[in-house]
């Protein structure tokens, strides 16, 4: 912006040299000409702006990261870090703000004011739960550093029994499938009001793998916890004509309280994603096709919408051509302004050390604005006999912070004794519990034997699961060379 100077700066027309290195500016006064140059050249319409002031970009830990302490207990040393600009030079007077995500601690003041180098510090009492507990520092509600603490030695905080914890607990869902089987895999859960009030589950039978019977079906809960079909409904929603099988199906509820379900439809060439919508969960609409791209560039869509007027977000696996048997895959993102038309896909940095994501759900978490999510991997270089299941957050849905550990393992229940698999989760309003639906499978007499099991559990105590070291918690290789789970191309007419 123009000083007052410039503004009443005359016109070249109506500046009079009194020699030739004088210029009348204003009746009586006198300027140098290279001063009149200068003060030409900052009114100039182009002139630079003035610079903005610096913003906080970074966090460095001083001291007090990787302590030890009892549970309840206050560590012995505070938190001591400093604010960053960046350029890497300190900044005073940023109020730093602390969350607690794993272990249910707590510090004593939020925010903490960095003071004139830029350092400040806080106390950071131990939660009640065993192993590995965090503390992140925000700045402006972006998480820019993660201190870590642990209330055990770390060669004894994760004992495998106890990292078994409450998802040993899981308890196998009983439904009804159109097939008989009761064999159930890919679940999705979403909650809804309006004519399409309670529980809605999205899965598909799966019996012995026989992708002939791996069709939509839709199941209604007051609870989350009994489901049933809808009244007047019919399962499936839709149903393959071979050589085409379906699957993947998932959920989301739009601004009029409607359902859409997405799944995936495999043919010799396509990954094909249609969209079916329904006002009441019983009467559908005849589908819609979305995306189509080569086999198999896409893979376990999840779509969300972080709030009614946002975008739609579609998360997926890309695992190339050779499908189920690639030895590495890409998760990607699309967005969308109607669910309908898709962008072109953006590869993430979502990845797993070791591991290739096979089957991804991603949802978003109100209380704490950002996104989860949960996705089975399979050892890279292998195919998709999947054994174990991973959480990671992110707060945009791009840049995702991962954790060491699988929340759930090839072994656990039953169940699962040799697949976990695609899965899903809510958590409650205050993000305090998350219920989990987990899908999995034994192989026996073989064949693939398919269930999926719910457990509910704290947060925190997840968190924690999640936090733990890697190397004690690897599910062990199996003991037989277990065929892929399902095909790569058509189905396999058992």
């Known amino acids: 912006?123009?000083?007052?100077?410039?503004?009443?700066?005359?016109?070249?027309?109506?500046?009079?040299?009194?020699?030739?290195?004088?210029?009348?500016?204003?009746?009586?006064?006198?300027?140098?000409?290279?001063?009149?140059?200068?003060?030409?050249?900052?009114?100039?319409?182009?002139?630079?702006?003035?610079?903005?002031?610096?913003?906080?970009?970074?966090?460095?830990?001083?001291?007090?990261?990787?302590?030890?302490?009892?549970?309840?207990?206050?560590?012995?040393?505070?938190?001591?870090?400093?604010?960053?600009?960046?350029?890497?030079?300190a900044m005073a007077g940023v109020p730093v703000q602390f969350v607690v995500p794993i272990g249910g601690g707590s510090v004593p003041a939020s925010p903490v004011i960095s003071d004139s180098s830029g350092f400040g510090q806080t106390a950071w009492t131990m939660g009640p739960f065993g192993g590995v507990q965090q503390l992140e520092?925000?700045?402006?509600?972006?998480?820019l550093a993660t201190v870590t603490a642990s209330t055990c030695d770390p060669s004894e905080c994760f004992p495998m029994e106890r990292l078994s914890g409450p998802l040993s607990d899981a308890l196998p869902l009983t439904?009804?499938?159109?097939?008989?089987?009761?064999?159930?895999?890919?679940?999705?859960?979403?909650?809804?009001h309006g004519g399409t009030t309670g529980y809605w589950l999205a899965i598909t039978p799966y019996p012995n793998s026989s992708t002939?019977?791996?069709?939509?079906?839709?199941?209604?809960?007051k609870d989350a916890a009994t489901w049933t079909v809808p009244v007047g409904g019919t399962n499936p929603l839709v149903k393959g004509i071979a050589p085409v099988y379906l699957s993947d199906p998932d959920m989301v509820v739009d601004n009029d309280n409607h359902l859409w379900v997405y799944y995936r439809s495999v043919t010799a060439s396509q990954n094909i994603i249609k969209v079916l919508r329904s006002a009441d969960g019983v009467h559908w609409d005849s589908g819609t096709t979305v995306i189509s791209v080569p086999n198999h560039q896409l893979v376990s869509p999840s779509v969300v919408r972080a709030a009614p007027h946002a975008a739609w977000q579609m998360w997926s696996v890309n695992p190339g051509e050779r499908g189920c048997s690639a030895p590495t895959t890409t998760v990607e993102r699309r967005t969308s302004t109607d669910g309908i038309r898709w962008s072109a896909p953006t590869a993430l940095d979502l990845a797993q050390p070791g591991q290739s994501i096979w089957h991804i759900d991603v949802q978003w978490i109100p209380a704490r604005a950002e996104y989860w999510a949960l996705y089975n991997t399979y050892a890279?270089?292998?195919?998709?006999?999947?054994?174990?299941?991973?959480?990671?957050?992110?707060?945009?849905?791009?840049?995702?912070?991962?954790?060491?550990?699988?929340?759930?393992r090839a072994g656990m229940i039953s169940a699962f004794k040799t697949l976990v698999y695609r899965s899903t989760f809510m958590t409650n309003p205050k993000a305090t519990q998350v219920t989990l639906w987990i899908s999995g499978a034994e192989f026996t007499n073989n064949a693939y034997i398919w269930r999926t099991a719910s457990v509910t559990t704290p947060v925190t105590g997840l968190l924690a699961i999640a936090a733990a070291p890697s190397t004690l918690v690897q599910a062990a290789p199996p003991s037989v060379k277990l065929p892929p789970p399902e095909p790569d191309v058509g189905p396999d007419h058992r």
């Open 1 to 89: 912006m123009r000083s007052r100077f410039c503004h009443a700066f005359p016109r070249s027309a109506d500046r009079s040299p009194t020699t030739d290195r004088e210029y009348v500016l204003t009746p009586g006064r006198h300027w140098k000409r290279a001063t009149w140059l200068l003060l030409c050249a900052a009114c100039r319409a182009d002139a630079p702006s003035t610079p903005h002031a610096p913003v906080p970009t970074a966090i460095t830990v001083v001291s007090g990261d990787l302590q030890q302490a009892d549970p309840l207990d206050l560590l012995g040393a505070p938190i001591q870090f400093k604010v960053l600009d960046g350029d890497g030079k």
């Open 137 to 143: 520092l925000l700045v402006n509600g972006k998480r």
């Open 175 to 192: 439904l009804s499938t159109y097939d008989s089987s009761g064999q159930v895999v890919h679940p999705d859960v979403v909650r809804a």
């Open 212 to 221: 002939l019977h791996e069709n939509p079906s839709l199941y209604h809960s």
């Open 380 to 408: 890279t270089g292998t195919s998709c006999a999947t054994t174990a299941l991973y959480l990671a957050r992110s707060p945009d849905g791009l840049h995702w912070t991962t954790y060491p550990s699988p929340i759930a």
